[in-house]
């Protein structure tokens, strides 16, 4: 195993056992204070039994939060905390240039190299991508989220 290919095994084994933004700032899409808008999505993986409800929280176009609960593979539950730690104070825009650029890593197969400025630590799922029967575990939350956002309002450009 590279160097490489340990820290970002690291990066993923961390995030599954931190998991930053567990625990919902709110059941559903009720608006909490400096938030303009809100929504919920929750998303099940049938082939291994994942399962994740994202909340974000927006004030105009600035995440305020993303929050998550849910029940998985270490892969899904760190790239929910990867996602958590690295949306708020992200404008929508950006979030969904980073949900796009997540998808094409994972749908690559291995062959994309991902974009560390624009994915942080969510470059350290491009290794997943490899395994086809494990990146809808690293999707579950990213395909949640885009869902949650355009409950909340916001569509896709």
Known sequence: MSALDQMYQDVILDHSKRRIGEGLAGADATLLPGESAAGTHHEFNPTCGDQILVRVGLDGDTVTSLTWQGDGCSISMAA??????????????????????????????????????????????????????????????????????????????
């Open 80 to 157: 929910a905390s990867v996602l958590a730690e690295m949306a708020p104070q992200t404008d929508v825009h950006t979030l969904r240039r980073q949900i796009d650029g997540f998808r094409e890593m994972l749908r690559s197969r291995g062959t994309a190299e991902p974009d560390e400025e624009l994915l942080g630590d969510g470059v350290a799922f491009a290794g997943v991508a490899k395994f086809v029967a494990r990146v809808k575990c690293a999707a579950l939350a990213w395909v949640a989220t885009e869902a949650a956002l355009m409950q909340a309002g916001v569509e896709r450009e």
